[in-house]
């Protein structure tokens, strides 16, 4: 009586088809979910750095101003602006703020996935009402 080995029986292949099954997904979402966090973070840098600017103005400009750059700079991205909120709350503590809540669909070929994407950037108010150095 002979006995097959494992490998003749094909048990070894179902773990590497489960491997490279895996090993695809993987590869999949990293292309579709990677370039996205690439363009948050420079949309959060660049609104950071306008922030920081803006934060020499007063208020009302810096509030005009920041709302309009946010959605350009979102519609700059490529991706859908649809459920874009752009909110600056008046200043209490010597900051500006900016609030950004922004669901972005990405198409993951099986599902529609919605990323929920929040962000909020501060800057001090300086020579309008914020600290003094």
């Known amino acids: 009586m002979v006995h097959k ?3 003749e029986r094909g048990e070894g292949r179902i773990g590497l088809i489960v ?3 895996i ?3 993987s590869i999949f979402l990293g292309i579709k ?3 996205l966090k690439i363009k948050l973070f420079e949309f959060s ?3 950071e750095q306008k922030l920081q600017r803006a934060s020499w103005r007063s ?5 005009v101003e920041m709302t309009k750059f946010a959605k350009d700079q979102a519609a700059y991205t490529g991706y859908p602006v649809d ?3 752009v909110a600056m709350p008046p200043p209490v503590t010597g900051d500006m703020v900016i609030v950004v809540d922004w669901d972005i669909p990405l198409d993951l070929a099986v599902t529609q996935y919605t990323w929920k994407y ?10 309008r009402g914020g600290p003094s150095f």
């Open 45 to 47: 840098d660049k609104l």
């Open 59 to 63: 208020y009302d400009q810096a509030k």
């Open 19 to 21: 491997a490279l099954l």
């Open 33 to 35: 979910i990677i370039p």
């Open 23 to 25: 090993a695809g997904i």
């Open 83 to 85: 459920h874009l909120k």
């Open 118 to 127: 929040h962000l909020e950037k501060r800057a001090p108010m300086i020579g």
């Open 5 to 7: 080995s494992r490998r």
